[in-house]
Nanobody
Framework: VQLVESGGGLVQPGGSLRLSCVAS????????MSWYRQAPGKEREFVAD???????NYAESVKGRFTISRDNSKNTVYLQMNGLKPEDTAVYYC?????WGQGTQVTVSS
């Protein structure tokens, strides 16, 4: 199993980023895929997940601003992040049951 995230970077408050996670080594369409994040000095926390058929679930802190989606034909899960705030600064991780990606840094700062 391999999960490779990309799309992080530095963005100003109010800006947008789209994270991608390309998966391999398993039947992607059979699994719930999730995004988590970990800010400096804090525990890793749930951000959003999507079931194999696209039912989604979000942390309250990102509802209405972030959108998780998946493309089963590309073995990829996305996280569209709009209205970014400084408190969204963290390393964002892709997760499939039992496996983590390496993470991608998102920094929201003016």
């Amino acid at each position: 199993v391999q999960l490779v995230e990309s799309g992080g970077g530095l963005v100003q408050p109010g800006g947008s980023l789209r994270l991608s996670c390309v998966a391999s080594g398993f039947t992607f369409s059979s699994y719930v895929m999730s995004w988590y994040r970990q800010a400096p000095g804090k525990e890793r926390e749930f951000v959003a997940d999507t079931t194999p058929i696209g039912i989604t679930n979000y942390a309250e802190s990102v509802k209405g601003r972030f959108t998780i989606s998946r493309d089963n034909s590309k073995n990829t899960v996305y996280l569209q992040m709009n209205g970014l705030k400084p408190e969204d600064t963290a390393v964002y991780y892709c997760y499939r049951r039992g496996y983590w990606g390496q993470g991608t840094q998102v920094t929201v700062s003016s």
